[in-house]
């Protein structure tokens, strides 16, 4: 699988223990990072991964801040992204299976080492259940992210 990485400064040393385990079990992995602790925001780190995602079809994303809910704000404000903060299993897998997730948002202030590697397993492992009651509700979602975007653009398709 290809997947796209990426972390804030609270996020940086987690990130750099994945990495590298990712590519041991096979994955395409892209780091775009940060590369240090130096601080960073956020909502920068997560444009670059979820575009990235969005541009490489089939990928899927990881974003590892302080608690995760910093990056799924960000990431959930661009068109075509559907992220999720799992800190269990369950959470991991099913928001892909249900929810057709492509970017997952870890918190490392919140999980260890060995939870995060089980929580990627899961998401990486997960496959959307294509049936009805998925597709509708990720037709309503588009409807949302698409409402939203005629208000803040208006009618005539620029910023009001």
Not at 75 to 102: F, L, M, P, T, Y
Request: glycine share 10%.
């Amino acid at each position: 699988m290809h997947l796209i990485v990426g972390a804030d400064h609270a996020g940086f040393r987690l990130k750099e223990t994945i990495v590298p385990e990712l590519r041991s079990w096979g994955h395409e992995v892209d780091d775009l990072g940060c590369y240090t602790e130096f601080p960073v925001d956020f909502p920068d780190i997560a444009r670059l991964v979820c575009h990235a995602v969005r541009e490489n079809e089939g990928a899927r994303g990881l974003l590892v801040c302080g608690t995760g809910a910093g990056a799924g704000i960000a990431a959930n404000k661009i068109a075509g992204i559907r992220a999720a903060v799992c800190h269990d299993i369950h959470s991991a897998h099913q928001a892909v299976e249900h929810d057709d997730i492509n970017v997952l948002c870890l918190g490392a202030q919140i999980v260890g080492e060995w939870l995060a590697f089980d929580l990627i397993r899961a998401f990486c492992e997960a496959t959307f259940e294509v049936r009805e009651p998925f597709l509708r509700r990720l037709a309503l979602v588009r409807e949302l992210e698409q409402e939203s975007a005629r208000e803040i653009l208006g009618p005539r398709g620029d910023w009001t």
